[in-house]
């Protein structure tokens, strides 16, 4: 067995992030940029009255103003006014030939066509956007590794990027394995359970944004197993085995990935739950061997699972740890890493009930897993320990 420390560190360094590829804008928000964007154009390249009101010339300021016309946003033809004169300008539109102010329309009083400004505090190009004030052609608009998040997607849109290149999302294959499994909604026959943990991974994967899963069903057989596991190899990027990773007599996955030529990095660690977690690696391709048990599942995801998947596309990992006071104190025996669910709320945090490996009851009611070393055995009210946040 390895340490919690040591098997992220393994994992860390068998990930190679997944190569960029271009897709729509549309079809961005959430990616990591793999190649800097620059403006091809002036934004705005006219300029643009930032309010409705009067265009006009700021030498005229004080002047009694002819009215000849107006402007509004997306007009197809410019207007030029002389000394003397203004015109009705909408927000969005062009400024026309010869102005350089727009007066706010609260700002005036208008009789008929002629116009006289009321706004002592009117200076020269106020209320008028540049031409390039957003961004000037040729301008680094967003940098490779920056998230595309709404705004940068509408961002990146209002300056006319149609493509950009990216770090996809990873395709996620979830093998279950286990006879005495029977889908949620079945009648339960002796000796059966039902299947969870393909929703519970499915679900915080989707939460995380990625939606390119596929969950196939194996047998407790080594042929059965094997055959799923090669097919899900050839047609994903990560791939998440459930149960099968012991030592018991129809435990087939640490042999059924030999197999299939998958390289085996590690096999069990010393934490509780999830000490059987398998990792290997199959041409970049990444295997996660998860006991069956639906808590062991989530501890291992979280800690080792989601970490992975995260950084296949240059993503930050969205468990984030913090320090937090034991509510009351806790005991485990010396030798394994402990994560305990549990309720963090201002600085403290409180072990939940029903930390057994095959209850999820407490994991529902969670919003964290408290880290306790392998080494220490007591842990006192009152003293700090380490808490990972889950993302909710």
Known sequence: MISVKAAKDLISENITPLTPVAIPLSQASGHILAADVYARFDIPAFRQS???GYALKFADSEKELQLIGEMAAGTPTNLSIEAGETSRIFTGAPLPDGADTVVMQEKITRTGDKITLQDANLKPGLNVRAIGSEIASGALAMEKGELLSPAAVGFLAGIGI????????PQIAIIVTGKELQKPGETLAFGQVYESNSYSLSAAL???GIANITVYE?????DILQNV???ALNQNDVVLLTGGVSVGDY???IEAASRCGVKQVFHKVKQKPGKPLYFGTYNQKLIFGLPGNPSSVLSCYYNYVLPAVKALSHKNNSVTEVQATLTHAYSKPAGLTHFLKGKYENGKVSPLGAQESYRLSSFAQSNCLIYLNETQ???????????LILPQ
Not at 162 to 169: C, D
């Open 50 to 52: 930032s309010m409705d």
């Open 162 to 169: 149609t493509e950009v290149s990216v770090f996809p999302l």
């Open 206 to 208: 989707k939460a995380e």
């Open 218 to 222: 194996a047998d407790d057989d080594l």
């Open 229 to 231: 596991l090669q097919k």
């Open 251 to 253: 435990d087939f996955v």
């Open 377 to 387: 055995e007591s842990f006192e009210k009152g003293e700090t320990v380490t808490v």
